[in-house]
């Protein structure tokens, strides 16, 4: 039988290209996974301190709402999955994600600034669409 790769002497010769392209790949994979996962934050958001916060366990099945306050605009834009919304909008699409997943739950990200009318309406919306696991970010400091 005919051996791959080898010596002269009988002994195993290492082959390194394989294993570079296995790196890459999980290089990718890694990389594509964690884009997504920090595009759902808005960093321009300066969440509320709670001195009492806890760290959260896992985000899976969480769905994020970022409530950005302009002051200049004297309002608040909604954003749900990249996209700027109305958060009355959003009903069918949370009530779909609910029946997909009976676990999940939203995730409120607002300006410490922004007035409670604007949040209340993203948690109205996920009680419409029938999600009572509502959370809200802070931060301790």
């Given at each position: 039988?005919?051996?791959?790769?080898?010596?002269?002497?009988?002994?195993?010769?290492?082959?390194?290209?394989?294993?570079?392209?296995?790196?890459?790949?999980?290089?990718?994979?890694?990389?594509?996974?964690a884009?997504?996962?920090?595009?759902?934050?808005?960093?321009g958001?300066?969440?509320?301190?709670?001195?009492?916060?806890?760290?959260?366990?896992?985000?899976?099945?969480?769905?994020?709402?970022?409530?950005?306050?302009?002051?200049?605009?004297?309002?608040?834009?909604?954003?749900?999955?990249?996209?700027?919304?109305?958060?009355?909008?959003?009903?069918?699409?949370?009530a779909?994600?609910?029946?997909?997943?009976?676990?999940?739950?939203?995730l409120?990200?607002?300006?410490?600034?922004?007035?409670?009318?604007?949040?209340?309406?993203?948690?109205?919306?996920?009680?419409?669409?029938?999600?009572?696991?509502?959370?809200?970010?802070?931060?301790?400091?």
């Amino acid at each position: 039988m005919a051996g791959g790769g080898g010596g002269g002497d009988g002994e195993p010769e290492f082959q390194i290209a394989p294993m570079i392209d296995v790196l890459l790949v999980l290089l990718i994979f890694f990389m594509s996974i964690a884009t997504s996962s920090v595009a759902r934050y808005d960093p321009g958001i300066q969440v509320p301190v709670a001195p009492d916060a806890n760290k959260k366990e896992d985000s899976e099945g969480e769905l994020v709402f970022n409530v950005a306050w302009r002051a200049a605009e004297n309002a608040a834009v909604t954003t749900f999955e990249e996209r700027v919304v109305a958060p009355a909008d959003t009903i069918g699409v949370l009530a779909a994600r609910k029946k997909a997943n009976p676990q999940v739950r939203v995730l409120v990200r607002a300006d410490s600034e922004t007035p409670v009318r604007y949040v209340n309406q993203v948690v109205e919306a996920a009680a419409k669409a029938g999600i009572v696991d509502v959370t809200f970010a802070t931060v301790a400091r």
